[in-house]
Structure formats: structure tokens, C-alpha cells
């Protein structure tokens, strides 16, 4: 590892201790004063525009480019610097889950891999050391204190760390999106091969219990990709009580945000404040078009539809 690596490594340790083991305990802040919110789903179906749809619409906190770059202690920065969103923009753009701004929201896997894993993805109650969960709570507290409004989270590796995250914050809450499991699954090729170069490599969370292996087939892979994420969100989901998890398709926000707001809003006022408007979001937003891709892989989706039991059922 090179010196500066080193030294970026043992500063970014030193300022995650200082936030968490002696500037939260110094505020009395070490567990969040609002029940953080997590927005889970499989990648690729549409968790991202749901995310910049929710801070721009409301004055939640949230992770930000801008706190990503300081994952080490992100509450800490934000209460020192007095960093506030700039004006909202009405950028809706992102690539990958990937927002450009500095202000955009961020899925920000340092920030999570402070406290989980690289590898299993998936992590059960108990998984995650108490030290470890402590300090998350801590570094949760730290950012709700310093955005003083519930703080959104979106990272999509969380779909399958829900029961960790239910142990370290035992009031949060869950916002799952779905989308039509035929173009969650072109989209998730397509993004293979544009991050992988190959439509063959696999991309994203790695749900716990799959049954195909880095050499199957990627169809079968991108299919059993998602339904293995709404299968493990759909059984640590029912170990909650219902009013702390709410399910959105990704299609019906799309064509109302309206109605989509309203319903995320009734949901996080039964639990916490309910912040003040934001900015003004579209009515609606167009359908992406079907990517482009091979003929071959294009006609084996379809037959995979074709046979419903295989396939994800869309939410209703």
C-alpha cells in the first residue's frame, strides 16, 4: 500500500472513532433522534430516481456526493462546515445509481463498508459484531443531528442487510421499489455490459442462497438476481411489523409522483416528522426505453416470461 494510501487510511479510521466514540457521546446524540428511512430493491429498478424523487420533494437529510467523499464521518463534517443542499436543480440524471452533482444523492458504499462486509453481501441479525453496530448507530445519529430531519438512505446492497439494520435501528423504516421483473432484467444486462464490458460478469448485490454460479447462464443469473433480493427483502420484511415497511412500483410512480408522495408521506408520518417541502418534482416521468441489446439474449428473456413461474411477479 503506498504512504498516502496509509495515511488516508488511519485518517479516515482516527476521524470515524472521533465521530462516533467521543463527539456523539459528547452531544448525548448515539442513536438517532429520527428513525432513519432505507430505500431497498433489486439494482436496476428504479431505486435511484425514487431516492432523488424523495429529497427533492422533501427536506430530508441524506447521504450526498459531497458526504461521500468524507464517509469517515460524514455527521461530523456536515456539523462543522454547515454544509446545506444548494438550490434544487431538477437533475433527475444518473448512471448506474451514480448522480454527478455534489449535491446528488449518493448510494455511498464507503460509508456502509465501514460497518458490513465486502463479501457475503448478505448480512442476518447477529452477523454484524456489536462493536461495529454500535458505531453505525453512532455515525447514523451523528448525520440525523447535523440534517436534523430523518435521514434517507439508498444503497441497494441493503436489500439483503435488513435484519442488521432492524438490529441496529429498531425503528426504521423500509421503502422497497419494484419494477416489471422483464425490464429490470434488460436493464441489468445492460448495465453489465456497460460497467463490465461483457454481458457474461456479474454486477451488483450477490444475494445469499442462489443457486447459478459465475458461469451460468447471465439471463438465468439477472432473473434469479431478483427474485432472490424480493425473496430475502419479503422474509425479513415479515419478521417487521407491517407499518414499518412500505412497498412502491417503480411503473406507478412514474406515471404519478403525486400519489406516490402522498403515500411515502402517510407512511413516514405515522412514524416520525414529516419534513417541509423541498423543491417542486414533475408530475410524472417518462418510461425509459428498452435497452438495445442482442437478439439472442433479448428472445431468452422473453421465453423466460413466457414462463411465469420463473419470473418475479410484479407487486400489486
Known amino acids: 500500500m503506498q504512504p498516502l494510501k496509509i495515511a ?62 468524507r464517509h469517515a464521518a460524514p455527521g461530523l463534517w ?101 419494477r416489471d421483473p422483464e425490464r429490470n432484467a434488460q436493464s441489468i444486462l445492460a448495465q453489465r455490459k456497460l460497467e463490465n464490458g461483457t454481458y457474461d460478469d456479474w454486477w451488483s448485490v450477490r444475494p445469499a442462497g442462489l443457486t447459478v454460479s459465475d458461469q451460468d447462464d447471465p439471463v438465468r443469473q439477472v432473473f434469479e438476481q431478483i427474485e432472490a433480493v424480493r425473496k430475502s427483502v419479503a422474509a425479513d420484511a415479515s419478521t417487521l411489523p407491517d407499518e414499518r415497511f412500505l412497498s412502491v412500483q417503480y411503473e406507478d410512480f412514474l406515471e404519478d409522483t403525486a400519489a406516490t408522495l402522498a403515500r411515502v408521506d402517510a407512511f413516514v408520518a405515522r412514524h416520525t416528522m414529516l419534513p417541509a417541502t423541498r423543491g417542486q418534482v414533475p408530475p410524472s416521468f417518462p418510461e425509459t426505453k428498452a435497452p438495445a441489446l442482442p437478439d439472442a439474449l433479448q428472445t431468452e428473456i422473453a421465453a423466460v416470461c413466457n414462463s411465469p413461474a420463473h419470473v418475479p411477479e410484479r407487486s400489486t
Open 78 to 178: 456536515h456539523s462543522f462546515t454547515g454544509w446545506r443542499p444548494g438550490k434544487t436543480s431538477g437533475d433527475f440524471a444518473s448512471s448506474g445509481g451514480r448522480t454527478k452533482s455534489p449535491d446528488g444523492p449518493s448510494e455511498c458504499g464507503a460509508f456502509w463498508y465501514r460497518f458490513f462486509p465486502r463479501n457475503p453481501h448478505s448480512a442476518g441479525r447477529g452477523a454484524i459484531p456489536h462493536g461495529r453496530l454500535r458505531q453505525m448507530t453512532a455515525s447514523v445519529a451523528a448525520l440525523t443531528q447535523a440534517c436534523d430531519a430523518p435521514v434517507i438512505f439508498k444503497n441497494v446492497i441493503n436489500s439483503v442487510r435488513m435484519a442488521a439494520l432492524d438490529e441496529a435501528f429498531p425503528d426504521c423504516l423500509f421503502i422497497e421499489v419494484r
Open 8 to 69: 488516508k487510511h488511519f485518517s479516515n479510521k482516527a476521524l470515524g472513532f472521533f465521530e462516533t466514540d467521543i463527539y456523539c457521546r459528547l452531544t448525548g446524540q448515539t442513536y438517532p433522534k429520527y428513525p432513519p428511512i432505507f430505500i431497498i430493491g433489486a439494482p436496476r429498478s428504479g431505486t435511484t430516481l425514487f431516492y432523488q424523487l424523495l429529497v427533492q420533494a422533501r427536506a430530508y437529510g441524506y447521504i450526498s456526493n459531497w458526504h461521500c467523499a
